[in-house]
């Protein structure tokens, strides 16, 4: 399984990205999926969650800025980042709680995306 991350890059405050990361390969079933941030110098923390059946949820510094979403016929969640601001800058990392045969249930990772946000 492997999940593959896109849509990073430098954007101005006040601008938008969109975030994209796609599920692949012997998967049965993939429950949650979400995304992290981690900044230079700080732990990494939970940006927002989307479960199977749509439920979402969002970092506090994030709420009615960014928006999670996901397409389950493409094992893929996205992340609609608007209002963007320079304490958003950070590395994305994007995950999913993915069933497999051979591995059975447990957390994948992304490679990462940067995001970077100039003042």
């Known amino acids: 399984v492997q999940l593959q991350a896109s849509g990073g890059g430098l954007v101005q405050a006040g601008g938008s990205l969109r975030l994209s990361c796609a599920a692949s390969?012997?998967?049965?079933?993939?429950?949650?999926m979400g995304w992290y941030r981690q900044a230079p110098g700080k732990q990494r923390e939970l940006v927002a969650t989307i479960t199977s059946t749509g439920r979402t949820n969002y970092n506090d510094a994030v709420k009615g800025r960014f928006t999670i979403s996901r397409d389950y016929a493409k094992n893929t969640v996205y992340l609609r980042m608007n209002s963007l601001k320079p304490d958003d800058t950070a590395v994305y990392y994007c995950?999913?709680?993915?069933?497999?045969?051979?591995?059975?249930?447990?957390?994948?990772w992304g490679q990462g995306t940067q995001v970077t946000v100039s003042s």
């Open positions: 390969g012997s998967i049965l079933r993939v429950t949650d």
């Open positions: 995950y999913a709680y993915i069933v497999t045969i051979s591995s059975g249930s447990r957390d994948y």
